[in-house]
Structures are given as structure tokens and as C-alpha cells.
């Protein structure tokens, strides 16, 4: 079946630092792909996606490149804020697999510290 | 305008109960989706609704169920409950199924507890 695999974490790091989170996927389709946030005590906000190979997804500084030949998503981002400590996670939609639904890596605790 | 609106924010339950989650997406928006979160099994999709028809579910047990109205507003249930099904119960909706430029928008969930 289709799988996520993250760092888990915490990832504590201090502002302005440079921040790369690497996701790597198994798929058995055609998958899109997704970096989503939580806030404590929130739900999950998309960040940004992407739909095919070597699209780039950007939203609030934040990057990441589809790349199918190696399997990865990685999620970058060149000088983090405090703003930025929540959960990141990183999520597949298999278009060919007939799966409905998001396959979600464990989430990785980002913490930033001033 | 406005979110995705999850009722109730927290619940507390007794094991063998039953509870009812309700789900209101945003407007216009027709399919709504079910996750669970706890911390040692993470996101876990449980099923999807669109124009009040079930299109896929999960791996979880029939105790677990749900359904749509005609206002697109959905409704979970669990039956039976076990200490396990305690977790955060997230609901998704989007315009209809599968990742368009439309995607999916999350509520911010409610929160079981079963003692």
C-alpha cells in the first residue's frame, strides 16, 4: 500500500536558520502530494502541494519539489521564525490507486527557538 | 467566509457508549472526509462522503460509521466505543473528490476521550 515516511522529531533549530524536512513516499498509482501544518489545538492547514513530477510547490517561504525519481518531497525553507514551531505533515493522494483519502506521514514537531 | 465546523470541540465517553460526531463543511463545498489522529497510529483516513453516498473507507471496524445530508453537513458515529478510539477526529471537505485545485480544508477537529 501506499506509505510516508518523515523525521519524526522534534527538530529544534534557531531563528533564521535554514530548515529542510525530508519526506520520501511509495505509491502504487500516481500520487499528488502535500505538506500540511498544525497549530496546537488546531486542525491541519494545507501549506502547499504539488500534482506532478517536478512541480514546485511555495507558500509563505516554504518550498518543496516533487521528485519522482527519488521518491521525495522535502520541505525547505530558508530562514525560520518562531511563528513556524508547529507540526509539519507530509501527505499523499494516490490519483491511480482508488484510494480516496490522504495517506499522512507521523508528523515531525518543528521547534524554533529565539 | 466561513470554516469547516466540527460539534462538538471536546467529548468525554464510557467505554461501551456510543457517540455522534457532527461535520459542517464549507458551503458549496460537497464531499467531506474522516480522519482520526492519535499519537501512535498519526493521520488515519476513515471514510469519504459525496452527494450522500460512502466512495471509500478505511481500515477500520463496522463500529465505525457515518453519513451525509443533503446539505452536504455529515455526521460520524462510533458504537461500542473502546479506550482505543480515543483521538483527535478530524473532518476535511473540498468542492468534490480528489486533489484539484480545490483541495481539501480541515476543521479543527474533536477531541474523544473514552474512559
Known amino acids: 500500500g501506499d506509505s510516508v515516511t518523515q523525521m519524526e522529531g522534534p527538530v529544534t533549530l534557531s531563528e533564521e536558520a535554514f530548515l529542510t524536512i525530508n519526506c520520501t513516499y511509495t505509491?502504487?498509482?500516481?500520487?499528488?502530494l502535500f505538506w500540511y501544518v498544525q497549530y496546537p489545538g488546531e486542525g491541519l492547514q494545507l501549506l502547499l502541494k504539488a500534482t506532478k513530477a517536478d512541480d514546485k510547490g511555495s507558500n509563505k517561504g516554504f518550498e518543496a519539489t516533487y521528485r519522482k525519481e527519488t521518491t521525495s518531497f522535502h520541505l525547505e525553507k530558508g530562514s525560520v521564525q518562531v511563528s513556524d514551531s508547529a507540526v509539519y505533515f507530509c501527505?499523499?493522494?494516490?490519483?491511480?490507486?482508488?484510494?480516496?483519502?490522504?495517506?499522512f506521514g507521523k508528523g515531525t514537531h518543528l521547534i524554533i527557538q529565539p | 467566509k466561513a470554516g469547516v465546523t466540527q460539534t462538538p470541540r471536546y467529548l468525554i465517553k464510557t467505554r461501551g457508549q456510543q457517540v455522534t460526531l457532527s461535520c459542517s463543511p464549507i458551503?458549496?463545498?460537497?464531499?467531506v472526509s474522516w480522519y482520526q489522529q492519535t499519537p501512535g497510529q498519526g493521520l488515519q483516513f476513515l471514510f469519504e462522503?459525496?452527494?450522500?453516498?460512502?466512495?471509500n473507507k478505511g481500515n477500520f471496524p463496522g463500529r465505525f460509521s457515518g453519513r451525509q445530508f443533503s446539505n452536504s453537513r455529515s455526521e460520524m458515529n462510533v458504537s461500542t466505543l473502546e479506550l482505543g478510539d480515543s483521538a483527535l477526529y478530524l473532518c476535511?471537505?473540498?468542492?468534490?473528490?480528489?486533489?484539484?485545485?480545490?483541495?481539501?480544508?480541515f476543521g479543527s477537529g474533536t477531541r474523544l476521550t473514552v474512559v
Open positions: 505509491a502504487t498509482g500516481y500520487p499528488s
Open positions: 462522503y459525496f452527494s450522500e453516498t460512502q466512495r
Open positions: 476535511a471537505s473540498s468542492l468534490r473528490p480528489g486533489t484539484g485545485p480545490w483541495g481539501y480544508t
Open positions: 501527505a499523499l493522494r494516490d490519483e491511480g490507486g482508488g484510494a480516496d483519502g490522504l495517506t
Open positions: 458551503s458549496g463545498h460537497r464531499s
